[in-house]
């Protein structure tokens, strides 16, 4: 049984900074691709990073230069350093496993003065 845990949301102000945490759980944790996405009210779900079990990245466009995409495979964690926030950040942040279609419930994130 594979779950995932997200923590770190919370209301910043814009140009500030937050730090997500992925607790995942399950074996062979370090094989598998991990993402976080977010979704905002009333928008699809988006991919915002991913990173690969060697650790290669990827960005949404959108994030490039603020967002950054890391893991811990001994720890079984993958975190999202948010830097520079913008209010169009708001969204509920989910993180995700690919393999499986593993989704963790979501942690809340408002970027607003």
């Known amino acids: 049984q594979v779950q995932l845990v997200e923590s770190g949301g919370g209301l910043v102000q814009p140009g500030g900074s937050l730090r997500l945490s992925c607790a995942a759980s399950?074996?062979?944790?370090?094989?598998?691709?991990m993402g976080w996405y977010r979704q905002a009210p009333g928008k699809q779900r988006e991919l915002v990073a991913r990173?690969?079990?060697?650790?290669?990245?990827n960005y949404a466009d959108s994030v490039k230069g603020r967002f950054t995409i890391s893991r811990d495979n001994f720890k079984k964690m993958v975190y999202l350093q948010m830097n520079s926030l913008k209010p169009e950040d708001t969204a509920v942040y989910y993180c995700?496993?690919?393999?499986?279609?593993?989704w963790g419930q979501g942690t809340q994130v408002t970027v607003s003065s």
């Open positions: 995700n496993r690919e393999s499986g279609g593993y």
């Open positions: 399950g074996s062979m944790f370090s094989i598998y691709p």
């Open positions: 990173i690969t079990g060697s650790g290669a990245t």
